[in-house]
């Protein structure tokens, strides 16, 4: 196909994927589109092994200072410390695994139940099936509060909008219909076309779905997500940062202290040992344990909230957070605009310019308290 799905007729498009718009597909060859092309949902990351999470709670900077001082413990025949300092290693690990590991099962339970169903015409019948089984070349039947289970043309329509705001950020339904839109439409601006995840707000529709799964327009911004690197957060880099701060700090009183003592004429292997001893006194070996307690409080208290927290440490940064940039197009708000508190000025110059910018954006200006305003700048 030269043209792109926005260009071409329906009967065009039917021919390309040898699909019936009266009838459907048959079940057979439904069947067959579906072993081939795969089925419609969008990769998931594959789950996180138990040896990765219990592994993540040990790679850090003092975890493996900690470690290292048990071994040097050892190896002097301080076996009391050296237990002790194995202890803590083992109980940060065992506590940030078993709440990770029960996040990690919550999600997978989550998503058990996330199913979606959608009606497709199929051997010329009206059928509901899963929307993973929806592909290339179906007849969807859509109408109002119906979810599009995959990217589709329309081919009939009745006064169909379609609320689009998850993939362009446009807070007011779209209206559709079956001509063909221009080439260089945006997103937003194909009106024959209907998205995955987008929601049926008005009307009725068929459509004929054109793709599935990651070809989606949904599934390459989850493409995109995937391939975001992840970063540190707060709290591991300032633990890391201690961490270092430690190292040099315990390395620079060992040496200094090595360097009095033989100018005094001290023994040797007794400054080595006692060195040694002095820096391993100097690690904070509760440090690590006293964080992941506290990280694991804040865990269990969010969860008492309806909150899974995939990653101990990213409770911190949600506890770091000072503001939260959001919209207002139903992306992740209810798109409503609503008035809460209404605060009643005596003149415009007791108004400040963010309490009238408020005022406007409610869509409430108190008659009698302002006759005439002009405001060429909010703020």
């Known amino acids: 196909m030269t043209k792109t ?17 009266a009838k459907g597909l048959s079940s057979s060859e439904a069947e067959s589109r579906n072993q081939c092309l795969g089925l419609n949902e969008l990769s998931r990351e594959k789950p996180e092994s138990l040896w ?3 592994l993540r709670q040990i790679n850090s900077l003092i975890v493996w200072i900690l470690a290292a001082a048990s071994v040097v413990s050892f190896l002097m025949g301080d076996t009391v410390e050296g237990f002790a300092v194995l202890a803590v290693i083992v109980i940060n690990a065992a ?36 929307s993973e089984n929806v592909t290339e070349g179906d007849i969807l039947v859509l109408e109002a509060g119906d979810l599009v289970p995959a990217d589709a043309n329309i081919v009939q329509s009745n006064q169909l909008e379609v609320d689009e705001s998850a993939l362009t ?11 063909p839109s221009a080439s260089n439409a945006s997103l937003g601006d194909q009106h024959n076309r209907l998205f995955k995840g987008t929601a049926v707000t008005s009307g009725n529709a068929k459509a ?31 633990l890391d940062s201690l961490a270092k701060v430690l190292i040099w700090i315990t390395i620079g009183l060992a040496i200094l202290f090595l360097v009095v003592g033989l100018l005094r004429g ?58 939260i940039f959001t919209d207002k197009t139903g992306t992740l708000t209810q798109n409503k605009i609503e008035v809460r ?39």
């Open 5 to 21: 799905f926005q260009e071409v007729s329906p009967q065009q498009l039917a021919q390309t994927l040898q699909t019936d718009i």
């Open 52 to 54: 990765a999470i219990l």
């Open 95 to 130: 506590t940030g695994f078993l709440l990770e590991y029960n996040a990690r099962e919550s999600m997978e339970a989550l998503r058990k139940l996330d199913t979606t169903p959608a009606r497709v015409q199929r051997d010329g019948l009206i059928m509901e099936i899963h």
């Open 169 to 179: 950020g446009e807070s007011l339904p779209s209206a559709k219909r079956v001509e």
């Open 208 to 238: 004929i779905v054109t793709g599935i799964g990651q070809a989606t327009e949904l599934g390459k911004i989850a493409t995109m997500v995937h391939q975001a690197k992840r970063t540190a957060t707060p709290l591991e880099a300032k």
């Open 266 to 323: 001290e023994q040797t292997k007794q400054l080595i040992e006692t060195a040694v001893a002095l820096a391993i006194a100097a690690i904070p070996e509760g440090m690590s344990v006293v964080a992941t307690v506290a990280l694991a409080y804040g865990m269990l208290r969010l969860a008492e909230k309806k909150v899974i927290v995939k990653r101990l440490s990213a409770v911190e940064t949600l506890g770091g957070t000072n503001v």
């Open 341 to 379: 508190q209404l605060q009643q000025v005596l003149s415009l110059q007791a108004l400040d310019m963010q309490s009238f910018g408020l005022i406007l954006v409610g869509g409430i200006l108190p008659l009698g308290i302002i006759q005439t305003v002009r405001v060429e700048k909010l703020f």
